[in-house]
C-alpha cells in the first residue's frame, strides 16, 4: 500500500503559487486577492480560516477575514457581500460553511459573484464543471484529482464509488470522474446494498462525515482508497477505535484525536490511500490558493 501524502503535494503546488505571484507582482503592481466571510463562532470554522489565511498571507495574497455575529440578519450578511462583489481588490470571495441555522445557504450564496466564486459552488459554475467546460474547479474534489495524477492513477475505466452527494464534494468529483471516463457510482445515506457497491469498487472516495463507515470488510484488494472525511473524536474509546497510533497520543495531551471516514483497518488491504490528517485536507486549501491565483488572472486579463 502506497500513502498518497497530501502534504508534499500541497506543498510544491503552493511553492509554485508563491513564484508566480511574484512574477505577476512586478509585471502588474498588483495582487490576488481572497476575502473570507466567517459567520459565528464555529471553532472548527475558525481554525480552518486561520489556517487559510496564515497560508494565504505566506504565498503574497491579499488575504481578508470578515467576521460577523451569528445572529447576523441575512439582509446585512447579503449586504456584506455585495460590497465585495464591487470590490475592484477583492478577485475571490468565500462564504465559510456551515452558515448558522436562521441562515438560508442558497439564499446566501446566490449572492455571489459567479466570477468571484473561489470555491465554485454557484449553479452556473457547476454547470460548468458537469459540461466539462473550465478549468477551475471546487477545491476539494480538484484537490482528490491533483493527488491521483501526482501519483500517476489514472482512473479512466475504473469502477468508482463515490460515497457522499454533497455539492461541495460529492456530486462535482462525480461529475469530474465522469469526464475522465471513470464509471462512476453516487452514493448516500439511502443507497440500498452499499457494502456490496463499495466492494466492487476500484477506487472508494469517502465523504460522508461519520468516523470510520467504510470498514475493511467493505474494500477489496488493491482498492485505491480517498478518505475525504475529517472527523474530530474525543471520546477515548472512539479514538482507540477509528485513530491512528500518532491520534491516540495526540488524544492524551490534546483530549481529541483526528479520523476520517474509512476505518483505519481498511488501509492495509488498499494499494493507495490518503491519510487523515495529512491527505485530502492540505490539497483542499492549496487548490483555494490556486484558485484564487486563477481568478485574479481572469479579472485582471493575464493569459
Known sequence: MNILD????????????????????SQTGKTPGL?????????????????KHKI???????????????????????????????????????????????LNTWEILDHLSPEKDVDRFLPVNLG???????????????????MLDYNQIDVSG?????????????KPLASMLTNRNATVTLCHSKTRNLPE???????????????????ADMVKKGAILIDVGQNFLYQENQVLEYCTEMQQQKFKKKGYGITGDIHIKAFSKS???????????????????????????QQVHIE
Open 56 to 102: 494565504a498571507q505566506k504565498l503574497g495574497i491579499n488575504s481578508k477575514i470578515i467576521e460577523l455575529k451569528a445572529d447576523i440578519p441575512a439582509r446585512q450578511l447579503i449586504d456584506q457581500i455585495q460590497i465585495l462583489n464591487r470590490d475592484a481588490d477583492t478577485q475571490a470571495i468565500l462564504v465559510q460553511l456551515p452558515l448558522p441555522e436562521h
Open 6 to 25: 497530501g502534504r508534499q503535494i500541497a506543498s510544491e503546488i503552493q511553492e509554485g503559487i508563491k513564484q508566480e505571484i511574484i512574477q505577476l507582482k
Open 158 to 170: 475504473l469502477n468508482a464509488i463515490m460515497v457522499g452527494r454533497s455539492f461541495i464534494v460529492g
Open 197 to 215: 457497491l463499495v466492494q466492487q469498487a476500484d477506487l472508494v472516495v469517502a465523504a460522508i462525515g461519520k468516523p470510520g463507515f467504510i470498514t
Open 271 to 297: 494499494s493507495h490511500y490518503t491519510p487523515v490528517p495529512g491527505g485530502v485536507g492540505p490539497m483542499t486549501v492549496a487548490l483555494l490558493m490556486e484558485n484564487t491565483l486563477q481568478l485574479f488572472k
Open 128 to 146: 460548468h464543471i458537469l459540461l466539462n467546460r473550465t478549468h477551475i474547479f471546487p477545491c476539494t474534489p480538484a484537490g482528490v484529482l491533483r
Open 35 to 51: 476575502t473570507v466571510i466567517i459567520v459565528g463562532e464555529n471553532p472548527a470554522s475558525q481554525a480552518y480560516v486561520r489556517k
